[in-house]
């Protein structure tokens, strides 16, 4: 054979052999895909951190971090702070691990040395683990049961006594104004580290407008009527009227005032209705519609300014039930079909 053929041979060989036999270590992350993971999370609103559990004498588990990351690429690659996430094996062996978790960490970890709110979790069998919201040692709920969590919802504004804005208040009841009425959520109690909340949002997630954090379905939630309402008196249960303005909401990323975003001013002037087409981009006539949302959050939250990944309730517009009458929700699969497969034998 030609030298130089022979040379170039074995550089093509080498460079073969040394391409398959990356690993891990050197960021291919081939023992975990990522087949739905957790949404991406922006400067200083912390970080997801992924861990093994392993026996623990005397009963339950210890808890060993193996990666921490904030966003995911289609690659498959995990970054944390714009830089390559790294995949720290433990000193153990692997095969002892009994269960696998991913946990949501505030950018400031009071305790580092342990997974503070588990939102996804699984348990290995012959080496694999499917890591999934309904997991033993997340938030154990099948969220997209409608056995588990249902709701419905009634457009209305009990606060004030004006009868033309009707379609700029959201609240959960199972029946219209005038009649007797009950809690209109039916919700599972989450796990320490979690709680629910409301929202208004535009499809594209231009503006997404909170109507209250909460735990249950019977009392209001954290904010009662919320800012932009009037001052009668409002059903015991989560809801919101938007009739005044009286706060910001966040456009495209920026919390900016309403009265004074000039581009946004009559598509997003108060009372802020429900019902209406908007447009998606100020500069083009494509349009968009307000959609109605529950969804589970971190406690305390990372990312107060938008809905977290997981959405198990929606009803999506354009809404064109009419207001004071009775409009279910829908169970979103896609809102809560997040998973995560780990492979032991790949780590």
Avoid: H
């Avoid at 995911?72 to 978790?101: G, H, I, M, W």
């Avoid at 919320?226 to 966040?250: A, C, H």
């Amino acid at each position: 054979m030609n030298p130089i053929r022979s040379l170039l041979v074995l550089l093509i060989t080498m460079l073969v052999t040394l391409s398959s036999c990356e690993g891990p270590e050197s960021g291919t992350f081939s023992g975990i895909y990522f087949g739905r993971p957790p949404r991406k999370l922006r400067d200083g609103q912390g970080y997801f951190e992924m861990w093994l559990g392993f026996p623990k004498t005397g009963g339950g588990k210890e808890w060993v971090s193996i990666l921490k990351f904030d966003r995911v690429e289609s690659t498959n690659k995990p970054f944390l702070n714009n830089k390559a996430a790294t995949l720290k094996k433990p000193d153990r062996d692997l095969s002892d691990a009994v269960s696998a978790a991913i946990s949501i960490e505030l950018e400031n970890d009071p305790d580092p040395a342990m997974p503070n709110r588990i939102f996804m979790s699984g348990e290995f069998s012959n080496g694999v683990a499917s890591l999934e919201l309904s997991g033993e040692d997340a938030l154990n709920l099948d969220l997209s049961d409608p056995a588990v969590i249902s709701g419905k919802f009634v457009l209305g504004t009990p606060s004030d006594t004006i009868n033309d804005n009707d379609d700029s208040g959201v609240w959960f009841v199972d029946a219209p104004f005038g009649q007797p009425q009950n809690p209109g959520l039916s919700l599972p109690t989450l796990p320490n580290g979690f709680k629910y909340e409301a929202w208004i949002a535009t499809q594209s997630e231009t503006v997404c407008i909170s109507t209250g954090q909460f735990k249950r379905a019977d009392s209001m939630d954290y904010n009662g009527t919320g800012p932009n309402g009037g001052n009668t008196p409002t059903p015991n249960v989560p809801g919101e009227d938007l009739v005044y303005d009286q706060f910001n909401v966040d456009v495209q990323g920026r919390t900016v005032d309403v009265s004074v975003q000039e581009a946004y001013l009559d598509t997003f002037a108060f009372p802020i209705r429900i019902q209406k087409t908007i447009q998606k981009n100020p500069l083009t006539n494509a349009k968009d519609y307000w959609d109605v949302v529950v969804s589970v959050e971190p406690d305390p939250d990372n990312d107060p300014e938008e809905p977290f990944a997981v959405f198990p309730l929606v009803k999506f517009g354009p809404i064109f039930e009419s207001v004071n009458t009775v409009i279910p929700l829908t169970n979103f699969t896609g809102g809560v079909s997040q998973y995560v497969v780990i492979d032991l034998s790949k780590l």
